[in-house]
């Protein structure tokens, strides 16, 4: 809004012209995020805590659970409503609103976010524990990743070709097949998040680290000579995409002022959702969606904890962890939450500096 209202102005004041700058936009654009957080924040944990939205872990489904964390029972939750507020707002004052790919990350942002509301709703306010039907939100994720690839394929600026971690000449063009791939990285890094977030800190901590990767690449990607110095593809509307980054970090800063250890509130699926679809869609729109497996290593980990779990339970009846996802195998084991917590955030900081030295090394 800014842009488009302020930066006209340039030649009545010189000074608008520093709206031309994606820096200062997407600088502004983490300061307003956090702000926004960090302000709204306490008023959206009374009122949500005044509604009773409120986490209810039940000894039923899992008593030993039940008896690690009995602390969370009553904290308020959906709190990614706050999340995805903070960030609309910033992307709205700070990004150019005629970049289609900041509408496209608007897009998935706000979908995902009102399909972790409608399950985080069903939990709460008609007490069935486990929401909607994993077929439902599975449906819903699909139907968005398809109008997305839908969007990207049919627009004539977009590349099919994928870009291969390592290798400066490897070319796999999925062509029409680059559609039903989209779906797969948008359903894949929403579901991460989402398993992911399972204590006090940890999934908005290891989103953080991860936007920050992304937000240095989609400076580089959008920026002719670090492009071609990278030798990687240069994509003018992802520079734009910085400013979308930046109020992601803003936000996720402001959220874990009251989601660190012990938390004031949690996220639900109405933040975990979305944080994982805009991820999952900025690195498509940045053509880095294979490099996400690298930034993105922790989420990784945590899926294919439960991946395992699940297939080697049903072929010995036996689990291989205590518990899964792996952070409350470690809970199980009596390491202390912040401990795994930290832990888990250097994890994925080493992941995030290995991920742009794969800029290099190829």
């Known amino acids: 809004m800014f842009y488009h209202f302020l930066y006209p102005l340039k030649d009545v004041f010189s000074a608008f012209n520093i709206f031309r700058y994606i820096t200062f936009r997407a600088g502004m654009s983490a300061v307003t995020s956090f702000l926004v957080c960090v302000i709204f924040g306490p008023y959206i944990i009374k009122k949500l805590a005044s509604l009773k939205v409120c986490e209810n872990i039940r000894k039923e489904e899992c008593l030993a659970l039940y008896k690690m964390q009995p602390h969370k029972q009553g904290t308020p939750t959906m709190g990614g409503l706050l999340i995805v507020f903070a960030i609309s707002i910033s992307v709205l004052l700070w990004a150019d609103l005629a970049n289609s790919y900041i509408l496209i990350s608007l897009l998935s942002a706000l979908w995902l976010a009102a399909l972790g509301f409608r399950d985080d709703y069903i939990k709460l306010a008609k007490c069935r524990s486990k929401g909607l039907s994993g077929k439902t939100k599975l449906f819903w994720q699909i139907v968005l990743g398809g109008i997305i690839g839908i969007i990207l394929f049919f627009d004539g600026t977009f590349s099919t070709v994928l870009d291969v971690p390592f290798f400066k000449k490897v070319v796999i063009d999925l062509g029409f097949f680059y559609i039903f791939f989209i779906i797969l990285v948008i359903v894949a890094t929403s579901n991460a998040v989402n398993i992911t977030d399972g204590l006090d800190g940890l999934a908005i901590g290891t989103v953080t680290m991860v936007t920050i ?3 240095i690449l989609s400076y580089i990607v959008g920026h002719a000579v670090f492009s071609k110095y990278l030798l990687i593809s240069h ?8 400013v979308f980054c930046a109020a992601i970090l803003g936000a996720a800063l402001g959220f874990l002022w009251f989601n660190c250890h012990p938390a004031n509130i949690f996220m639900g699926d109405t933040g975990s959702l979305a944080l994982g679809g805009m991820i999952g869609t900025i690195a498509i729109l940045t053509k880095k969606e294979l490099l996400l497996i690298f930034v993105g ?26 518990m899964s996802p792996l952070h409350h195998h470690f809970q199980m084991l009596g390491w202390k939450e912040s401990k795994i917590i930290i832990r888990f955030w250097i994890v994925s900081i080493i992941f995030l500096i290995f991920a742009l030295i794969t800029l290099k090394l190829r």
């Open 213 to 215: 990767c992304y937000f």
């Open 297 to 322: 290593g922790v989420f990784v980990i945590e899926v294919l904890s439960v991946i395992i779990q699940v297939i080697w339970f049903k072929a010995t009846g036996k689990r291989i962890f205590k």
């Open 235 to 242: 994509i003018p509307q992802a520079a734009e995409l910085t």
